[in-house]
């Protein structure tokens, strides 16, 4: 036991004497200057751009450092001085005179007089066991020349041992790694992990999202415990996960080499840093290692309201379908979020009456305190002719792509003041819900306001006997997916309302699988094999739908499959092509749907040769490495060869997340008195309804409704014109995302990434009598405009590069019936039109002198139209139904 506490005692005398000896951080020696040469350059570019092409531009200078004062106690205590001189800016790369905008400038010129006195005015570091304790300098000096001074300082930050710190430098609070051996140390700086005062936003959506991937290594070279050099690189690329090619970059490069020494100045005397410091100048202060924000100002750019005299013929109706409107829109975006309150408010008011929504569309999305102030006060919800605009701020609220509780606020303000239309009533209750889900994914499910909606919308359901708010707070719950809210859906899955089965079960699909507890199955098998009450054949599709893309069990599935033969007529059809469908498109169940087809009892010809009109389809959009996107198309008709549901689902999926693209359901009941036909079991007593429900993006909208009651009905069919009714018809920002990226150089760069749609979504219903025809349409156009922006603005010199993609498109889906004879004919037609695409890379250098240099380049490709595959049986559907030679 002696022994051993003996070889404590020295090992622990051994391991004290060693720290106490060797060097934490480089040393300086006293009265020696060290004379090196500094470089720093920044390049952006496209993703895979190389130097030579790049814009950027490069620093150089001579820096001179000395020691100033060291703690006796502790050699690796030093207050160091450091001295640029000599500084030079140069293009990053050789060109010619017509493209250098540097040519004939000389460095005052560029930096003015007064910053480049002050970046050539030293500037102390106090530096302890090699990190960085404190930094000194003149607090009036401008925030762009103490960043860059920062950053130089920063290279000197070095430890002489292997291991992973928290350090503070000019990128923020970050956590590093050294890696040391012999004569060399590198240093790993992990960028996810820097803390700054500079926060951005993101879109909430992985799959509309940006993904950023960064690097910062820097290499020292050491010579008897000192700086011979450092050379320092810094990477950040970011790309749209949905598109990669639309990708840009920006690399910062330091190096810092000693050239030679000289006789220097002596150490000062003095007990600590901060004495010492004050004694030589008492201006100089410490201001931090971590940078300062730098306001940049926007000279001779057009304020908001000049800025929208140049847009807003872009942004009129005839525009929306071109990509004119979506990029015009963005750029409106960005002044308005630079605007005031009162210069926002006079855009509205100026603005045409067929621009004005689109002018709401980007007054909302932009999604600042000042336009959510103008809009309040801009628009007037007591006014029930004021609907448009108010359903297009509400729809802005909506899709915003990084709401905050005050939007939310507004929204609950609003429901409970008086409201001049019942849909915009619907409208800000099912958005409010939209805006929970979004704040809870941002973290925020517990923030006062948020709490206040989730117990109001939760509690309402049950709170009226109205059967329109019933509808409307499901509506809103669904947009929630709030988990509390299952145990509601799963109670109004087996209500006597067919209307608030179809929204609880579709809202039950939404959510996780993991939250299909055996409660939430049970239920939805009891609705969909009717064991409690009879339901109608579209409420009983939907639960077939929940059970089928929950993890059925087998013998869920076999149930199923058994029940194939007891249903009504078309039904049997739905769930047989259903069944296909799955095991076709590989899809979840499909597995488990294999083995149960194993049993000839519940697989048989009995069974799988039911004939009808009624199908289920799915298939690919597009295919490519960033993104897939499906499309799914289900068609339940009654027995009398109606439409009962038409239901088109357009999914898109990266690696790492999917997104409900889009969704139109239409629905109709009670129709069979026009033909004369008898109502399948269960739907004796419907009333005469068609409407149409959408999903965009995620958001459930307020559905609309075509007819209802069959005096509503016999008005409108003999109104009818075949004209669609618009769904949802406006600009929506679907990518957002900002941020600063401190570059560890001292520079700043500024990242903007959008992406605008200008969507125009429509459906009709048409029934002639006479012809014994119904046709059903979905008319979808939209125009994509996708930018992103890296930007490095120094306020005397500005490079940066713009990345973008934008295209036309338009897909149309039709269901045409023809009842003249039995069984009717159905044909589905789903088209794709052929539209363009184009991508751009723009490169920019420009001097507040307004001298310039621009580079464009574009490509553009078309992209064939065509129409999307169904079941041979529809093909040959269609063929009887427009050749009458077939």
């Known amino acids: 036991m002696l022994t051993f506490v003996v070889f404590l005692i020295c090992a622990a005398i051994s391991v004290s004497a060693s720290a106490k000896g060797a060097a934490a951080g480089p040393r300086l020696n006293n009265n020696q200057l060290y004379k090196f040469s500094y470089t720093t350059e920044v390049l952006v570019d496209r993703a895979r751009g190389s130097k030579e092409g ?23 205590d030093q207050l160091i001085q450091l001295a640029i001189s000599n500084l030079r800016i140069e293009p990053v790369s050789p060109r010619s005179e017509k493209k250098n905008i540097l040519h004939g400038s000389t460095t005052e010129s560029i930096l003015g007089k ?18 960085a304790k404190a930094f000194y300098s003149y607090r009036s000096e401008p925030a762009t020349v103490k960043n860059l001074k920062r950053g130089l300082a920063s290279l000197l930050q070095v430890q002489l041992s292997t291991g992973k710190v928290v350090e503070n430098d000019v990128s923020g609070r970050c956590t590093v790694e050294y890696k040391a051996v012999k004569g060399q140390v590198t240093r790993t700086k992990n960028l996810e992990t820097c803390k700054t005062e500079e926060a951005g936003f993101t879109t909430h959506s992985k799959v509309l999202g940006v993904s950023r991937k960064s690097s910062s290594v820097t290499v020292f070279t050491l010579e008897n415990g000192f700086i011979r050099s450092a050379e320092a690189e810094e990477t950040h690329s970011l790309a749209v996960n949905a598109r990669r090619s639309v990708a840009a970059k920006v690399s910062s490069r330091q190096s810092l080499k000693l050239v030679g020494t000289e006789a220097g100045p002596l150490e000062a005397a003095g007990k600590d840093a901060a004495a010492v410091v004050k004694s030589i100048d008492a201006k100089l202060a410490a201001v931090g290692i971590a940078a300062e924000k730098v306001k940049s100002e926007c000279k001779g750019c057009p304020s908001l309201f000049e800025h929208w005299q140049a847009e807003k013929k872009q942004l009129e109706p005839e525009s929306l379908s071109k990509t004119r409107a979506p990029r015009s829109f963005l750029a409106l975006i960005q002044t308005i979020r630079k605007a005031p309150k009162d210069e926002i408010l006079k855009v509205l008011r100026s603005a045409s009456k067929t621009s004005l929504p689109q002018v709401v569309d980007a007054v909302t999305s932009s999604q600042t305190s000042e336009s959510l102030d103008a809009m309040l006060e801009f628009l007037n919800f007591t006014d029930a002719k004021g609907l448009v605009l108010q359903e297009r701020f509400l729809y802005a609220c909506g899709f915003a792509s990084h709401p905050n509780e005050r939007m939310l606020q507004a929204l609950l303000d609003i429901s409970k003041g008086k409201i001049g239309s019942t849909d915009i009533k619907e409208s800000v209750v099912i958005i409010m819900g939209a805006l929970v889900h979004k704040l809870c994914q941002k973290g925020g499910c517990n923030l006062p306001i948020v709490e206040q909606v989730k117990k109001m919308i939760l509690n309402a359901p049950d709170s009226t006997t109205v059967e329109s708010e019933v509808q409307m707070y499901l509506l809103a719950l669904k947009n929630s997916l ?10 109004y899955a087996e209500s006597e309302v067919g209307a608030y089965n179809t929204i609880a079960l579709t809202a039950l699909q939404r959510y996780d699988v993991n939250l299909m507890t055996s409660e939430v199955k049970q239920t939805v098998n009891r609705v969909y094999h009717q064991n409690r009450r009879i339901y109608e054949k579209n409420v009983r599709a939907a639960a077939a739908d929940v059970i089928l893309s929950s993890n059925p069990t087998y013998m869920e599935v076999k149930n199923l499959l058994l029940s194939i033969g007891n249903l009504p007529h078309e039904m049997n059809k739905y769930m047989l092509s259903k069944i296909q469908d799955i095991l076709r498109f590989q899809m979840p169940a499909s597995k488990v749907l294999g083995q149960a087809m194993k049993d000839m009892i519940s697989c048989n010809y009995n069974r799988f040769a039911k004939v009808g009109s009624s199908s289920a389809f799915s298939g690919f959009m597009a295919q490519s490495p960033d993104l897939t996107s499906t499309y799914s198309l289900d068609i339940l008709y009654s027995g009398s060869g109606i439409l009962r549901r038409s239901n088109m689902n357009i999914f898109g999926a990266t690696n790492e997340a999917m997104l409900h693209g889009l969704q139109v359901a239409i629905e109709a009941q009670g129709l069979e008195t026009l033909i004369a036909a008898t109502p399948d079991e269960g739907e004796e007593d419907l009333e005469s309804f068609a409407g149409m429900s959408a999903l965009l993006f995620d958001i459930q909208l307020r559905p609309v409704t075509f007819f209802k009651g069959y005096s509503d009905l016999m008005s ?7 004209d669609p009714i618009n769904v949802v018809k406006g600009l929506i920002l679907l990518s957002d995302h900002s941020e600063v990226i401190q570059l560890q150089s001292g520079l700043k760069a500024s990242a903007e990434f959008q992406g605008g749609l200008a969507i125009d979504i429509s459906g009709g219903m048409e029934i002639s009598l006479w012809y014994r025809e119904s046709k059903t349409s979905v008319n979808n156009r939209a125009a994509l405009v996708v930018t992103g922006n890296v930007t490095v603005d120094m306020d005397f010199l500005r490079a940066g590069v713009e990345v973008s993609f934008d295209t036309e498109a338009s897909l149309d889906f039709i269901t045409t019936v023809q009842f003249s004879e039995y069984p009717f004919l159905v044909c589905l037609q789903m088209d794709k039109s052929t539209f363009p695409v184009s991508e751009y890379l723009t490169k920019y250098e420009s001097l507040p002198s307004g001298k310039s240099v621009v580079s464009r380049k574009g490509r553009k490709t078309l992209i064939p139209g065509s129409e999307f595959p169904l079941h041979q049986e529809n093909s040959n559907m269609c063929k009887r139904v427009f050749d009458s030679n077939w």
């Open 482 to 491: 709030l988990p509390e809210a299952i145990p509601i859906f799963t109670k």
């Open 114 to 131: 007064n910053k480049l006195a002050a970046l050539t005015k030293p500037f102390l570091v106090h530096l302890k066991n090699g990190k």
């Open 716 to 722: 409108k069919m003999f109104s009818m014109t075949g």
């Open 54 to 76: 790049s814009a950027g531009y490069k620093f150089s200078s001579d820096v001179n450092v000395n020691l100033v004062w060291r703690d006796q106690s502790n050699k690796d």
